[in-house]
């Protein structure tokens, strides 16, 4: 009972702070998720079997290893996952002269906000040149004549 409260806790906190807009809260939420996996995990297979397989010792009351191998890899992806969530926490900090498109600051040229509603408008560019899509042999040979200089049909090497 205790250890289904504790799974519930921790998930429901994880999926709170998931929830909020601060990164580095939502680090911390998958980190209390992938607590909450590791300790399902670890009590799926017995909470009361934990006697080691060594020696002349009962099948059934050894504890189950594949339980514990998953615990293990659940380990391993919620590490790299924090990782990778602190390094966007890294790249999107809050840095001087850059504006804050979600609270409309104004930039440092004087447009505000994602749409550039104020400040300077960029000059407008000439229209794109929308074309048939092309198999992805045809953008290959297109490759090789212009790479190569001529009409060969073949990659340069």
């Known amino acids: 009972?205790?250890?289904?409260?504790v799974i519930g806790l921790f998930t429901a906190a994880g999926v709170y702070l998931i929830l909020h807009r601060g990164l580095i809260r939502v680090v911390i939420g998958f980190v209390l998720l992938g607590h909450a996996v590791n300790i399902l995990l670890l009590a799926s297979g017995g909470l009361w079997r934990r006697q080691?397989?060594?020696g002349d010792v009962d099948p059934a009351?050894?504890?189950d290893p594949?339980?514990?191998?998953?615990?293990?890899t659940a380990i391993?992806?919620?590490f790299g996952i924090?990782?990778?969530?602190?390094a966007l926490a890294v790249v999107d900090?809050?840095?001087p002269g850059r504006p804050d498109l979600e609270l409309g600051e104004a930039g440092p040229d004087g447009r505000d906000?994602?749409?550039?509603a104020a400040g300077p408008q960029p000059e407008p560019g000439p229209e794109p040149v929308l074309t048939e899509p092309r198999s992805m042999s045809d953008q290959v040979a297109e490759y090789g004549r212009t790479a190569a200089g001529g009409d060969t049909g073949e990659l340069p090497r």
């Open 113 to 116: 906000g994602p749409d550039g």
């Open 76 to 78: 391993v992806i919620t």
């Open 82 to 86: 924090t990782i990778f969530l602190l």
């Open 93 to 95: 900090r809050p840095r």
């Open 66 to 72: 594949l339980p514990q191998a998953f615990a293990l």
């Open 1 to 5: 009972m205790t250890v289904a409260l």
């Open 52 to 54: 080691p397989p060594f």
């Open 61 to 63: 009351t050894t504890a």
